[in-house]
């Protein structure tokens, strides 16, 4: 058995709210990505994930009817809402650190809970460059592209202030398009980041 | 609410009610004679919002407010049996509009039950007239509005919730009031209905094609290219893809959209791509083609704001009030057109 087929059988999995509904997929370093996949039951993820041994499990934001249609647009026609997702990687940032990352992932935070109010939500470390928050509060499963892009559009670098453009004391340096596009699909809590050296899991911070 | 409020607004599910439990018949008000004033008040206000882009605010008693209650249905009976996207537009808007006026006159606990009507929960100080409301509730409608103050970062949220002003809280009902309107229409209309409604048909159809000429906008697609009419945020796109500049990838998008979209032939377009760093002519070809709908889904260059979200806006003075990169284009043309048109004739 290979280490990550270990890790999978041993390992506590992470099982998204209305599991059912969410489209899986999967990735071996090097290969095309296989997706719309969904599953009955989180055991039968793992049992998925042990015999096939990805290299990277991602889970789509989005819950849908019928989680493994295909063309996308089918899948979009039983849309039943989405998470709201951040994702802040060190790569990305003007201060390139990970260490810089985890400061505005936790001011992040802040702000999602103390100014928007948010009461369910999932920090998790990404187990490579950066971190992710997954948002699962009601209010915000029906949001559109739109309203979802004021929300990444909160944390931008500048705002208008009586027509001068001012620093947005909310910046925060977040991954837009994560944010807006809810068809996107996000590295599964609990599994493993596998890279050609290193092999992490991306774990639950709180 | 009552009658007066109803026909002032008249999408609100009060009004619904209101209607639904009158003896009156949809039949009736476009069929029988003692109607004829209420079809006549209907064509009266398309007509109006065409012209005006608004319905003049006018105090009603109690008859003339059921009046004008009658006369919403027939109106979207009107409307739905033009289908015109302008025109269902345009009456949309001047119904909000009216509405908002309305609206300015109410008291704290007519506005608390006007957006419990709407679906929205909000709180009205009886001192200040300030209404406090969750932040999904604000940009579920504020988002379509352009102006900074209406950013969710120009407003400040405290645990989910904001507090705006009297005038700002009618302007988002006003909105929430254009779109309950737009909503299902045009919807179906019996063919005996319309063939009662044929004489107010054809005044409004008048109406819109004098309209239509005024404004000179045509439903056809853009018939050459027009390089000379490009927003400045492709101009600056295209020089650096031929000034050897690596694109960002949602820009490359946005530039290979909008080509598309004002009717660009993919050669032309992969020639534009030819000088960037890193050309592969294949890859170009299979992606133009896959945007311009080659494997089922055409795409639409994304609007403005998206993409100053994603970095790309230019945000020049000329782009002021304009939110996406198509309605630059076809106004320049338009202007363009205008002014040769001009130059042919003296």
Request: glycine share 6%; charged share 30%.
């Given at each position: 058995m290979s280490s990550i087929s270990d890790y999978y059988w041993h390992a506590p999995l992470y099982e998204p709210p209305d599991f059912t509904s969410r489209e899986f997929g999967f990735r071996k370093n090097g290969e095309k990505m296989v997706r719309h996949r969904a599953f009955s039951s989180v055991q039968k993820l793992r049992t998925y994930l042990i015999e096939t041994a990805p290299d990277h499990v991602y889970f789509s934001s989005s819950k849908y009817k019928d989680p493994a249609a295909y063309p996308m647009e089918d899948k979009k026609k039983g849309w039943e809402g989405a998470d709201l997702?951040?994702?802040?990687?060190?790569?990305?940032?003007?201060?390139?650190?990970?260490?810089?990352?985890?400061?505005?992932?936790?001011?992040?935070?802040?702000?999602?809970?103390?100014?928007?109010?948010?009461?369910?939500?999932?920090?998790?470390?990404?187990?490579?460059?950066?971190?992710?928050?997954?948002?699962?509060?009601?209010?915000?499963?029906?949001?559109?592209?739109?309203?979802?892009?004021?929300?990444?559009?909160?944390?931008?670098?500048?705002?208008?202030?009586?027509?001068?453009?001012?620093?947005?004391p909310n910046w925060v340096e977040i991954d837009t398009v994560v944010t807006t596009d809810f068809t996107r699909l996000i590295r599964l809590p609990e599994s493993l980041n596998v890279k050609k050296d290193t092999m992490r899991p991306c774990t639950i911070l709180r | 609410m009552d009658i007066i409020d109803f026909a002032n607004i008249p999408c609100t599910t009060g009004a619904l009610e209101y209607l639904k439990d009158s003896t009156v018949g949809s039949v009736d008000i476009c069929t029988d004679v003692a109607y004829e004033s209420v079809r006549s008040t209907a064509t009266g206000h398309i007509i109006e919002a065409l012209q005006n882009g608004t319905l003049k605010y006018r105090r009603y008693n109690e008859p003339a407010a059921n009046k004008e209650l009658l006369a919403y249905p027939v109106a979207r009976m009107i409307v739905s049996s033009i289908n015109n996207t302008y025109l269902t537009k345009r009456y949309a808007l001047a119904v909000a509009k009216l509405a908002y006026e309305h609206i300015m006159n109410f008291r704290a606990d007519a506005l608390g039950e006007l957006a419990a009507d709407f679906g929205i929960s909000a709180t009205v100080d009886a001192k200040t007239m300030s209404a406090t409301i969750h932040f999904t509730d604000y940009i579920h409608h504020a988002h379509v509005l352009h102006e900074p103050k209406w950013k969710l970062s120009s407003r400040t949220v405290k645990e989910g919730m904001l507090t705006i002003s009297k005038g700002d809280f009618a302007r988002l009902m006003e909105e929430v009031v254009r779109k309950k309107v737009e909503f299902g229409l045009p919807h179906e209309v019996p063919q005996e209905i319309r063939e009662a409604l044929k004489q107010y048909i054809i005044e409004v159809q008048e109406a819109?094609?004098?309209?239509?000429?005024?404004?000179?906008?045509?439903?056809?697609?853009?018939?050459?290219?027009?390089?000379?009419?490009?927003?400045?945020c492709i101009n600056s796109a295209i020089t650096d893809a031929q000034a050897n500049v690596n694109l960002s990838h949602s820009m490359r998008f946005a530039m290979t959209t909008f080509l598309l979209n004002i009717g660009m032939k993919p050669e032309k377009i992969t020639d534009i791509f030819r000088a960037s760093p890193d050309f592969r002519?294949?890859?170009?070809?299979?992606?133009?083609?896959?945007?311009?709908?080659?494997s089922g889904t055409a795409y639409t260059c994304p609007t403005c704001a998206t993409r100053t979200t994603n970095g790309n806006g230019p945000g020049k003075s000329s782009c002021k009030k304009i939110v996406h990169p198509l309605v630059y284009y076809r106004r320049k043309v338009w202007l363009e057109n205008k002014k040769q048109t001009k130059k042919v004739i003296s």
């Open positions: 997702i951040f994702d802040i990687d060190f790569d990305h940032l003007e201060k390139p650190t990970l260490r810089e990352a985890k400061k505005q992932s936790e001011k992040l935070l802040m702000i999602l809970e103390e100014r928007l109010g948010f009461k369910d939500i999932l920090y998790v470390d990404s187990g490579s460059r950066g971190y992710h928050i997954h948002v699962y509060d009601k209010c915000v499963q029906k949001l559109d592209n739109a309203e979802r892009r004021e929300i990444a559009d909160f944390f931008s670098h500048y705002k208008m202030r009586r027509s001068m453009k001012v620093i947005n | 819109a094609s004098i309209r239509a000429n005024k404004q000179g906008f045509s439903e056809e697609g853009f018939s050459e290219v027009s390089p000379g009419c490009f927003p400045p002519e294949q890859d170009t070809n299979y992606q133009i083609n896959h945007i311009g709908g080659a």
